[in-house]
């Protein structure tokens, strides 16, 4: 029995039935009249149903990839890292903060040497401001950092 | 003759310098992406989107289609010499291609996937060029209650087919209708579930839906769990099949080419499904089936020639009926919508030159990748001896890059992140996420169909949708696609017996 479908059978059926309240407050109207809820409504039945059936009818235990040890203090890193980049584009400017990104993540995420995190990361987050700054014209937010006049 | 005088158009178009150099980038870069693991077709579609934003309407959309079947090419060369595929159709590719390369016949197999793949691609091509007007025009009969019956029929093939369990595609598509109802309503103006934020007004984005699911997810996915590679073993210079080769795999690619288009046509038909069912048919109406897993060519002509097949499928009804069957093709339709586009049955008579440009572009495209992936294979091959751990830190900059470079919004970052997490999750507890993201473009034309059939036809009695004859047939095949599933399994109790 999957302790995970019983779980997600759960949160899907508590979900559909705050789904259904919300639905509700919304107006459903009348089947002949419909109202802005009634759509949701039915998800919610939909919803409600399919967690209470995978709740009682749990497939059989299954992970996507029973393989080596989990590396879960380098996915930590990753995710803090990127919440961290969508924090600072702006003020930093798209180079300098892809620069620390990837060098981040090529540093701690990936354990690559130093000098090649610093390298690489130099080195695409230039060539991918000059291709997408400069050639497709997006713009990219500059931040502190002086471009060259026209980028 | 009417079909023909359109496609010399869609060949003029196709063919004026911009467009063919946009059909060869198109093509060379699917293949990359098909190449290289962690990146497939529906994040790569995502991220070059924006990038297309600014382009004309017809090269934008040869330029993705050209990547979407050029990843389909190219993902049986890891599949072979790698043991790893570059994206999900080719999985079973893997199995006695990897096999065969082992046992010296890379070449063969990389010749027969090449061939193979030229072969379903290009007699898809014809059958999507010969069945979609006639359908387009049948369609055009449709109302709203047969619209929303077609799309019902989606919704249950998307959720029942996709994936191992039938609850948990219905439960991840369920999911993509409600984040579809996101924003504010098209026929009252309401804002649902903003939470009073401007940003979801709009809606939840398609694209930083797409590009978390399936480009962070399975970057997050990598990270945790990093497999190990094997080595990449080395291209043999000879890749032509031999007069043996090609004797075994005549009918499986024939049988590949005709299965692949059917299941490419039906919603939820993905690629990968259609060679998973070619590899289990050839196996069984093979003479020696114990042969299949130790390097069989019919165990790598079938799947190839299916999936390529079932790509252009696809095509049909995204281009007819305005329903995409895959994630991929989900993107676009949104693609479509960006230059104004409305898919359906009116897209071959408002805009023929999109439909036929896309269908010539298909056809030269599909002779491109022939003419490149067999010589070229060897620089392809090169791309995987860059190290992935170099890669993946690349791959989420794109991510990001092209998630904020759509709108220019910090916004769409975060909520890329966010569905990248939620991939994550998915593919870490084997949750199919396709069946989500189909739902979601599908849930807000069924509920636009569904409220105008019952304003319209104003009965209020849902049994009402069975009285007319093509929404009662599709509602009664959707409950039959529902319900199978469970009597397949009362069956099996009642006669005690196992699968097949």
Redesign the interface.
Known sequence: MSR??RW?GIA?FLGGVL?AV?GWR?DPG???????G???LL?AC??GG??A??FL?P?SE????P??P???G??AI??VS??G??MV??ELGYLVS?FV??SV??RW????RWS?SLW??AI??AV?LIV?RVL?????PAGFFPLPKGW | MEILGSLWIGFATTLAPGNFLLVFLGVVIGTVIGVLPGLGPTASIALLL??TV?MDMVPSLIFLAGIYYGAMYGGSTTSILVNIPGEAASVITCIDGYQMARQGRAGAALGIAAFGSFIGGTLGVVAVMLISPFLAEAALKFGAPEMFALLFFAFTCIGTLVG??V??G??MA??G??LG?VGT?D??G?D??TFGTLYLRDGIGLVPLAMGLFG?GE???N??????TGSVLAVPKNLLPTRKDWKESFWPMLRGSGLGFGIGVLPGGMPAVASLMSYAIEKRVSKHPERFGTGAVEGVAGPETANNAATAGGFVPLLTLGIPTNSVLALLLAALMLHGVTPGPLLLLKWPQVFWGVIASMYIGNIMLLILNLPLIGIFVQLLRIPY??L???I???V??GA??LN?S?AD??MT?LF??LG?LL?????EPAPLVLAFVLGPM??VN??KA??MF?????LYFFTRPISGVLLALALFVLCFPVLRGLGKKAFGGTDG
């Open positions: 995970v479908d997600v899907a789904l919300a919304l009348t089947s002949k009249l419909p109202g802005p009634f759509f949701p998800i939909t919803l399919l967690g059936w995978l009818h497939g299954e992970k996507s990839f393989s080596g989990s590396r879960w380098a996915l990753a995710l990127i919440f980049y969508a584009l702006i892809t990104l990837l993540q090529l995420v990936e354990k690559q090649t690489t990361a695409a987050a991918s997408f497709l014209k997006v713009p990219l | 924006p990038a600014g191992k369990s609850a948990r219905l439960l369920a999911l209708l409600l109802v309503d026929i009252h309401v649902r579930f962070l970057i997050f996915f990270i945790e769990q990093r497999e190990k751990a170099i993946s830190p690349l989420i900059m794109f990001l890059l904020y470079a220019n910090i970052v975060f992140l990248g997490v994550y593919r870490r507890f084997a949750f069924m509920e569904l409220s019952l304003i104003g009965t209020g009695n849902p």
